[in-house]
């Protein structure tokens, strides 16, 4: 009976990865859509994440065709679902736009990535 304890550690592994790799939190969708094309142009930029947010290291950043920033530095996770977080947007000419977000769930893992969105005339 010696080697219930290596198997108690075994399972508590194999329990405990499953877990954490479902724990993440990454882009499940966003407003405006990845990739999408849109009119009028938004007011602000809103992700739908997977996991809950730790506003420590959460961030979303806009930018223009060029690289300027565009958002108006106001990242919020939304009080009431910590899944959601926004920015609001500078009045923006019709072009193509960069999404970077970062995010970082309550256990601490990073994730991050971008997209893009294009602004039509009208
Ligand atoms: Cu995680």
């Not at 859509?33 to 009119?39: A, N, Q, T």
């Not at 290291?57 to 910590?82: E, F, H, L, M, Y």
């Not at 959601?84 to 923006?92: D, P």
């Amino acid at each position: 009976m010696k080697a219930i304890p290596y198997q108690w550690a075994a399972l508590l592994i194999a329990l405990l990865i499953p877990v954490c790799a479902n724990a993440h939190a990454f882009l499940d969708h966003a407003e405006p859509r990845v990739g999408s094309h849109v009119s009028p142009a938004p007011l602000q930029v809103k992700i739908w994440f997977t996991d809950h947010l730790d506003p420590a290291g959460s961030n979303i950043r806009v930018a223009d065709a060029t690289g300027k920033q565009v958002d108006r530095g106001d990242v919020q996770i939304d009080p009431n679902d910590t899944t959601i977080m926004s920015v609001s947007l500078t009045a923006l000419p019709p072009g193509q736009y960069t999404v970077t977000w970062h995010a970082r769930c309550p256990q601490g893992h990073n994730t991050r990535g971008t997209f893009t969105f294009n602004v039509e005339t009208n």
